[in-house]
C-alpha cells in the first residue's frame, strides 16, 4: 500500500518538495533503485507509505499529473523490484 510519486527535477530543494506534498511526511531513504528514467536522469522519487488503500488512492489522484517546476509528476501505486 505504497506509493510512488517521480519526475521532481534533481535541482528541487526538500523545501519545495515538502512544500509541494503539503504536509506529506517524506523521509530520506538511500537505497538501490530498479527504477530508472532514462529520460530524465537527474531527478528525484519518493515511495509514501501509506497505511490503507483509501489513502493511497487519495494521494495518487491528488499528485498525478501535477506540474512541478515544469515537470509532470507521476503518481502510482508502488511496486517493489
Known amino acids: 500500500m505504497n506509493v510512488y510519486i517521480g519526475n521532481f527535477p534533481g535541482e ?10 503539503g504536509g506529506v511526511k517524506i523521509h530520506s531513504v538511500i537505497k538501490n533503485s530498479c527504477e530508472h528514467d532514462i529520460e530524465q ?13 483509501s489513502t493511497r488512492n487519495s494521494l495518487i489522484k491528488r499528485f498525478n499529473g501535477q506540474k ?12 517493489p523490484c
Not at 528541487?12 to 506534498?21: K, P, Q, S, V
Open 12 to 21: 528541487a530543494t526538500i523545501y519545495e518538495l515538502e512544500n509541494f506534498l
Open 68 to 79: 512541478f517546476h515544469g515537470r509532470i509528476v507521476e503518481a502510482r501505486e508502488h511496486i
Open 41 to 53: 536522469p537527474n531527478s528525484h522519487s519518493f515511495v509514501i507509505y501509506t497505511e490503507d488503500d
